[in-house]
């Protein structure tokens, strides 16, 4: 479903992604590993156009969308929940919710009654700002918010970062059932032991380069490669 091939990105003239590469399949959730600073979001923003690659190719759902606007890939159902939240903090979580709609191709889609069975704490607090909610409440806003587009794939950058533990378990469930409803997605993360139990498979980013790249069972065996690269 989505083809990463080789891609080179830069911030100015600072080079940060060299030649990475991956995959993901229909119904899976795919895993990319590294400590802060590692190349994670470079590559989701290279993903999703808002840092477009100098070389490489991308291809989403077989046609190349290499450096395509956002609002083009979301047209073409591809979700993107950034790693700084970026609510809208003045509008209600049922205006932010409402102004991301965009209906289903086919079939029942996310809808604000659906996307309150998944979040049931944001039915809760409809009326209430952006603004003022947690940092775990507007994890799941930026979650909900991305679903109410419908889109086919979703990139999920650092969902746990900042998040209590209680709070990362409950969005480990969440994740879950968007799982076993068929999403696809690649997740981003630092937390290993959140990605490891959602994945179906993973790369380890270092430095702007894939290191490794293996199934959950090789990724959970192999000390070695944890330790060189994912153990601050």
């Known amino acids: 479903m989505l083809e990463v091939d080789g891609i080179h ?6 080079h940060i992604l060299f030649g990475v590469s991956l995959d993901v399949s229909e119904g899976e959730i795919v895993c990319l590993l590294g400590r802060n600073g590692a190349g994670k979001s470079t590559t989701m923003r290279s993903i ?3 840092t477009p690659p100098r070389k490489g190719t991308i291809k989403f759902k077989g046609k190349i969308v290499t450096g395509k606007k956002p609002y083009l890939l979301a047209r073409h159902g591809l979700g993107y929940v950034p790693d700084d939240r970026r609510v809208f903090a003045d509008l209600t979580v049922g205006e ?3 102004i991301s709609e965009r209906k289903a191709k086919k079939g029942e889609g996310w809808n604000k009654e659906a996307i309150y069975d998944l979040f049931q704490s944001l039915k809760t607090i409809d009326s209430r700002k952006a603004g003022f909610l947690s940092g775990g409440e507007q994890q799941m806003l930026t979650i909900a918010r991305a679903l109410m587009t419908n889109p086919e794939f ?3 950058d650092e969902p746990t970062e900042g998040l209590a533990p209680l709070l990362v378990n409950v969005l480990e469930e969440q994740i879950s059932q968007l799982r076993d409803k068929g ?7 630092q937390n290993l032991r959140f990605a ?10 270092d430095n702007g380069v894939i290191r490794y790249y293996g ?3 090789d990724l959970r065996e192999n000390e070695e490669v944890r330790k ?3 153990l601050v």
């Open 9 to 14: 990105t830069y911030y100015g003239l600072s």
């Open 48 to 50: 999703m156009g808002l």
């Open 96 to 98: 932010n919710l409402e």
């Open 154 to 156: 979703l990139l999920l």
């Open 183 to 189: 999403l696809t997605v690649l997740l981003a993360e």
């Open 196 to 205: 490891l139990k959602l994945s179906n498979r993973g790369y380890i980013i």
């Open 215 to 217: 199934s959950i069972k």
């Open 228 to 230: 060189k690269y994912l």
